[in-house]
């Protein structure tokens, strides 16, 4: 599929056509760990008119079959070939990360727990204001889906998620497979499980939905981190500059505003230009500054400033836990697609 080149971390992509998706179907809606959690934007993109309508689609048919190891391998390939033409990694996380952070530890059954389970596929989810523009991540990913049968949603997700940060020089994540996809827009979670960029107590809103995911303050730092990829735009999310020096020739669609100059690598660059705040042009949320306001966030966040593999090894530990906490793996122990 043709798409103009991703970049943000809420960014959008541009159709090539409004051609049905028979998976997805999907109508894209409004909406940072705030943005990667929540969604800014890469560029408008018009209404599709595909919606489900929370009524029972394609997608409710997908049977609930666990992932094939080498299918697994195969699409990987896939999205790192993806990932070299549509510079689509920031959008990738983002949709993993939306589809994992909606667990809560309190409630034991699956699918209500929430969690990487495939439910953002589905009208009824993608609707909520935080996953504004996810529809373009899922309409990237759906031939990968139509090619691969053999492998879940919930899969494809968090392959895709953990190949973007790959890709862009990030930690290799210790990920396992074999997610089980929910079947039906009735099986998707409430509205209001992401967080929100600009809340009246940053930090304690951060630890209310992380803690809530079983997730500790050194992940909460370790996760923002991944804010060096990607921009914000404010016609999405309210957040960001239309454009700076930085994002004013793209790739991809030109414009918003980024935490970091080289806004499709991964580094430890976010945490030093948040301490720094020397550039205007570079956007700081009211989350992203609480991580040195807050004397906890702070021990992680001057860490990382200065010693990026201590970033990476914690990084890589959280953004696995985030993608298997709450999600129902066929076999139990997971699936390693990884050759010994």
């Known amino acids: 599929m043709a798409a103009h080149h991703s970049s943000s971390m809420g960014f959008r992509l541009i159709p090539a056509a409004s051609k049905t998706i028979t998976a997805f179907r999907s109508s894209s809606s409004n909406g940072s760990i705030s943005s990667l959690l929540r969604g800014d934007g890469l560029s408008r993109v018009p209404a599709f008119g595909w919606g489900l309508g929370g009524s029972r689609g394609a997608a409710s048919a997908v049977a609930c079959s666990p992932s094939d190891p080498v299918q697994l391998r195969s699409a990987r390939d896939d999205i790192r070939e993806l990932l070299k033409t549509t510079f689509c990694h920031p959008i990738l996380v983002r949709l993993g990360w939306h589809d994992a952070g909606t667990y809560n530890k309190n409630i034991e059954e699956w699918p209500r727990r929430g969690g990487a389970n495939g439910s953002v596929r589905f009208d009824k989810e993608l609707k909520h204001a935080a996953n504004a523009g996810l529809v373009n991540a899922l309409k990237l990913l759906q031939p990968v889906k139509d090619k691969y049968s053999g492998v879940t949603y919930a899969d494809l997700f968090q392959l895709a998620s953990a190949t973007a940060v790959e ?39 951060l630890r209310d939905v992380f803690y809530r995911m079983g997730l500790n303050d050194k992940d909460i730092v370790a996760l923002s981190g991944a804010h060096t990829l990607g921009r914000a735009s404010p016609e999405r999310s309210g957040w960001g500059k239309p454009e700076t020096k930085y994002t004013k020739d793209g790739p991809g669609r030109p414009g918003g505003q980024s935490w970091t100059p080289q806004w499709l690598k991964f580094d430890n660059s976010y ?35 200065v010693d990026q593999d201590a970033f990476f090894k914690d990084y890589a530990e959280a953004h696995a836990k985030l993608s298997n906490q709450g999600a129902k793996f066929d076999p139990p122990e997971g699936i390693s697609i990884e050759h010994h």
Do not use: N, W
């Open 167 to 205: 890709e862009a020089g990030g930690p290799k994540i210790p990920m396992k497979y074999g997610r089980v996809d929910v079947f039906g827009p009735e099986q998707c979670p409430e509205e209001g499980r992401l967080p929100a960029a600009g809340p009246a107590s940053p930090a304690a809103h």
């Open 271 to 305: 945490f030093q230009e948040i301490k720094e705040r020397r550039d205007a042009d570079l956007l700081v949320l009211p989350t992203d500054a609480s991580l040195f306001d807050d004397p906890s966030f702070k021990v992680y966040a001057e860490k990382y400033t």
